[in-house]
């Protein structure tokens, strides 16, 4: 019996532990936030600064923004399998009227996702702005199985399936 | 009526004439006294004893009082007869009253009472000794009309001399009745003042501001843009500023308000009366010889190096051997220095088409519809301001009142070549010396000496009185950005005065006020009154401004600061707010200023900030945002660079970490979208 009781706390120490450890390490709106933001921004850019950004440096792999939006979509579907993911408010200190506490939602976080990968690869896909020698970018069938490995829940896996079927080029597409 | 009315008149003046002799005796008893006990009683009952009333004084005030029905003119318009009164009787009984040296005896009487004396039970002992304001007014109106309308002299040496000596008189006798109702009205205790009606206090203002604008004509042959310390306009501002400061210091928050309604009045008048630039700088013209600077015509300036009452106009000689290239820019060639030059090669046969030689006069011109327009032309010789002119590039304007020509809004005309010019005003038309005793300037000296923003913005703060400083702070913003000078003695004397407009502190005193005051209102109205201001401050208010209100922001995601994301976010939205507005109206495309810069960081930090989510006003900062880093010009990309690389920082930070390095692998396009 004390047995049980004993296993039952511990189980839900790890809880909260692991509810403490990722709602302190990543706060997933300000997340979707600055990914949203990076989209906006990349949307004001001139076609030579474009190139320039979706420009692939091997020495700074880390840098090259498709594979950031790559990156972040599985960390985030990592993080979300793993654990409860941190839905808390943001802490606000002054509370008025201009201020409301959204609810973070997360099927709505992967399709935004989604759409900014989306973005960001049909960027490459041909001539931007008029620019030929924009470089082409398209993602590995490893990048597609990561994404698709991660979509545990039905409502994921839904929302990657409409992802494909809209993003990819149909008869051209080569599967290897 | 007449003969009763002359007599009553004459019963004030005997009136008035008895008790200054009384006064006078009194005055002399006591002067002994004072020689037996040198401290006297100096209580209420004292001064109670010493000075009295005069008991007819106040029917000066129903014979005065232009509002009176009898003397209201008959109306041919109006259906009914209602008036049926003879306006000039007003001014004959004025003038008996003034020959029968009324006036003389009222301001000897007036003269001994003015000031307040307040018991201990807050009453004003001599309320009812001094005549009351709205008398004051009607006296203000009646003598005022006693003016001589103008300082004509006869061709008789003799009559001359007679009318200049009745006319000394006369102004003598309005400028002492003027300085002693000022004088009244400025020692009034705040008790007292917070009785009187605001609107005849108001009018009081308001007859001495006309009286003395007619004093500074008759007085000297001094322009309304010299109100020097001499001239008798002077002593109007002088008090008008000394009455603002006085209402504006009250405990009262009506007398504050009234105050704070005064400065504007103050200012607006200041504005009226501000001399015309020197010269103007005309550049970026297509028709290159247009180019250049439009000095004053020194025939409109008077001798006292005013400009005289008459359209300006400004004419900029273009050099015999004008080259193109020299004018272009807006600069001038010194004509010594252009003498030097190699002249141009010019076919003799041929006409010169870059304008050698030529006169392009910058004036205003009354078009039939009575709007006036500003021309830049090539005057006709006989008939200027005529179809004759050349006119190469015009502004128009829909006010009759536009005095000077706006910098922007040019139009290229039929002679003249696109693009059309902009205009930068050069100087003052002020005499040597006096470049900073307009009235601008005194007003703006008289606002920092007197910490006017640090009483909107200090302790006893008040909304309503920070959403009525709005224009004194604007006024002063624009006082740091006088027009430019062109002369090293123009130079010298501008760096001694730079403390008398808006300081960096002023605005970081709003700000810091802003974010200790728990008063929300009082905050809203702060950020409107900044956010108001704000383009029209010259960058080195505008930038420590908004770096102080971004320190202000926890940037790090620190706890210490955090308190002034709220603050900080609403001043961003009321930015965001008016300036997607002004870019909807003017559809502004020009290229990003520092200001524009510092701004767009600031809104960015709210926008990147990890509460940024929760405001309300988000979507208005993304919108403003988004409108301005989508320009293609160098400062824009500068910043879009940077914004990138903080959010690639930032989703580095929160991605997963990288074994694979090698490039993705070609497999699957799904890139479609653009």
Known sequence: MWHYAIRNVCTLKSHIFLFLFFFQQVDEAHSLQIVQLAKLLLEGCSGKEMESILEYDGRYPEMHFPTLFFDDLVSYLERRNKAVVSSATPPVRKQSSAIVTPEFNHPRALTARLQILRFVFGLGFGPVNGNPSMPQMEMSKDQINDIWDECLQPADQSAYMVFLATASKGDDCKCT | ?674
């Open chain 2, 1 to 674: 009526m007449d003969k009763s009315i002359r007599i009553c008149l004459q019963i004030v003046k005997e009136d008035l004439d008895i008790i200054n002799k009384i006064d006078k005796k009194k005055i002399n008893d006591l002067n002994k006294d004072k020689a037996v006990d040198p401290f006297p009683p100096n209580n209420s009952s004292f001064i109670r004893n010493m000075i009295e009333a005069c008991p007819t004084i106040n029917a000066l005030g129903h014979i005065f009082d232009r509002k009176k029905v009898y003397y209201k003119e008959n109306d041919r318009h109006r259906w009914t007869n209602a008036g049926t009164g003879d306006p000039e009787k007003r001014s004959q009984w004025i003038q008996v009253f003034r020959r029968n040296r009324g006036f003389n005896a009222l301001i000897q009487f007036m003269n001994l009472r003015a000031g307040s004396v307040i018991d201990g039970d807050g009453d004003n002992l001599l309320d009812d000794i001094f005549p009351n304001i709205k008398l004051c007014r009607d006296l203000l109106g009646a003598i005022v009309e006693t003016l001589p309308k103008s300082n004509t002299n006869s061709n008789d040496p003799g009559e001359s001399d007679m009318q200049s000596a009745k006319a000394q008189c006369i102004i003598s006798e309005v400028r002492a009745l003027s300085k002693v109702i000022m004088e009244h009205v400025l020692n009034m205790d705040e008790r007292v003042l917070k009785k009187l009606d605001q609107t005849i206090v108001a009018g009081v203002r308001g007859q001495l501001h006309y009286m003395y604008k007619k004093l500074n004509k008759l007085e000297s042959s001094a322009t309304p843009q010299n109100p020097t310390s001499e001239t008798p306009l002077n002593d109007f501002f002088t008090f008008w500023r000394a009455l603002a400061l006085k209402l504006i210091t009250s405990q009262s928050l009506p007398l504050k308000l009234f105050g704070w309604n005064e400065i504007d009045a103050l200012i607006k008048e200041a504005k009226s009366l501000a001399p015309p630039p020197r010269a103007y700088r005309v550049s970026g013209a297509g028709t290159a010889f247009v180019n250049g600077i439009y000095e004053c015509d020194k025939k409109m300036i008077g001798s006292d190096g005013y400009v005289k009452d008459t359209e300006l106009q400004y004419h900029h000689k273009v050099p015999d051997n004008n080259s193109s290239s020299a004018s272009t820019n807006g600069g001038v060639v010194p004509a010594d220095a252009a003498g030097q030059q190699q002249p141009a090669v010019v076919p003799p046969d041929n006409v010169p088409d870059d304008g050698a030689g030529k006169t392009i006069t910058l004036f205003r011109c009354t078009m039939r519809s009575q709007h006036k327009w500003w021309f830049l032309s090539e005057a006709d010789p006989d008939q200027p301001g005529t179809d004759k002119d050349i006119d190469y590039y015009q502004l128009k304007t829909t006010s009759t009142t536009c005095a000077l020509p706006s910098p922007t809004g040019w139009l290229t005309c039929k002679a003249g070549s696109d693009p059309p010019p902009t205009l930068e005003a050069i100087g003052k038309v002020v005499p040597k010396g006096m470049e900073r005793q307009t009235v601008e300037d005194k007003l703006a000296r008289w606002a920092i000496e007197n910490g006017v923003i640090e009483l909107v913005l200090g302790d006893g703060i008040h909304r309503e009185v920070v959403s009525r400083s709005g224009r004194l702070i604007t006024f002063l913003a624009k006082m740091s950005d006088q027009p430019i000078v062109v002369d090293e003695s123009d130079a010298m004397s501008d760096g001694d005065d730079d403390r008398y407009c808006l300081q960096a502190s002023h605005l970081l005193l709003a700000w810091k006020t802003c974010i200790n005051k728990s008063d929300a209102a009082v905050s809203a109205q702060i950020y409107k009154l900044l956010v108001s201001v704000l383009p029209e401050l010259p960058s080195s208010l505008a930038i420590p401004l908004i770096e102080a209100i971004r320190s202000s922001l926890d940037q790090g995601g620190g706890e210490k600061q955090s308190d002034h994301f709220y603050e900080v976010s609403e001043f961003c939205c009321a930015i965001a707010k008016k300036l997607l507005a002004d870019n909807n109206k003017s559809g502004s495309k020009q290229e990003a200023t520092s200001v524009d810069e510092a701004i767009l960081t600031l809104q960015w930090s709210i926008l990147t900030h990890k509460d940024a989510l929760a405001l309300k006003s988000y979507d208005s900062i993304k919108d403003y945002v988004f409108s301005q880093i989508s320009k293609q010009d160098k400062t824009t990309s500068k910043l879009r660079e940077a914004f990138i690389n903080q959010t690639r920082e930032v989703i580095i930070k929160y991605g997963r970490k990288r074994k694979d390095t090698d490039p993705p692998v070609s497999v699957i396009k799904c890139g479609i979208m653009q």
